[in-house]
């Protein structure tokens, strides 16, 4: 890891001010100053850290029927104005490496699309989209959110780990990202449809790189 001088930027939270340390040149530290000028009242905190997403991890355990026990641990969600980060990148984010905050930048980034969907669709329509039906067929949260908030995740990976992007391995998780258990199946029944976005976008960002834009 390259021993840099860390810089601070002091996280606003709820419960109190807490500090993490860093990398000045990294893409997480541009990104966080970025975020924090479009969203001035930005919170971000540990999921497990809130009552009421403790709660719903048990909710999505039973909805599931267990096929989902990792709410909190891998699963970072968002509101207006609050990030609340998954057990995982919380810990990523402590002392984290180089690579493990390249992983969190990754997931901000993609809960950034989210933020500007409350701005742009409002509260009321992404709740009712998120929420409405809760698992089984939920289109509107998987074509309208998620979708975009994925392709960012692709074009995120690509940058970060182009190689992992264009594996198998990766391509089978973002697919079953729709149709599996991890947001209620949401888009079980078009699987084909997702693998063609994923494999759309990728094609797109192979087509960048090579003509160097
Ligand atoms: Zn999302």
């Not at 990202?177 to 699987?191: I, K, L, Q, S």
């Amino acid at each position: 890891m390259t021993t840099l001088p860390p810089d601070q930027i002091l996280f606003k939270f709820r419960r109190g001010p807490e500090v993490f340390t860093l990398y000045t040149d990294s893409k997480l530290h541009r990104l966080f100053r970025d975020l924090y000028t479009e969203f001035p009242n930005l919170r971000i905190r540990a999921k497990a850290d809130c009552w009421w997403h403790r709660m719903a991890h048990y909710i999505i355990v039973a909805l599931t029927l267990g096929q989902n026990k990792l709410y909190l641990e891998n699963m970072t969600t968002t509101r207006p104005d609050n990030i609340a980060l998954s057990g995982k990148h919380w810990k990523r984010l402590h002392g984290g490496s180089r690579e493990d905050h390249d992983r969190v930048w990754e997931t901000i980034m993609h809960e950034r699309r989210h933020l500007r969907d409350f701005q742009e669709l409002g509260s009321c329509i992404m709740v009712l989209l998120w929420l409405i039906p809760p698992i089984f067929v939920c289109w509107g949260r998987a074509a309208v959110i998620e979708k975009p908030g994925y392709l960012v995740s692709l074009q995120c990976k690509f940058e970060n780990n182009r190689a992992w992007a264009e594996g198998p391995e990766y391509r089978e998780w973002w697919i079953n990202c729709f149709t599996g258990p991890a947001y209620g199946w949401m888009y079980t029944p078009f699987r084909k449809s997702v693998a063609s976005w994923f494999d759309a976008e990728l094609l797109r960002l192979q087509q960048e790189a090579a003509s160097g834009s």
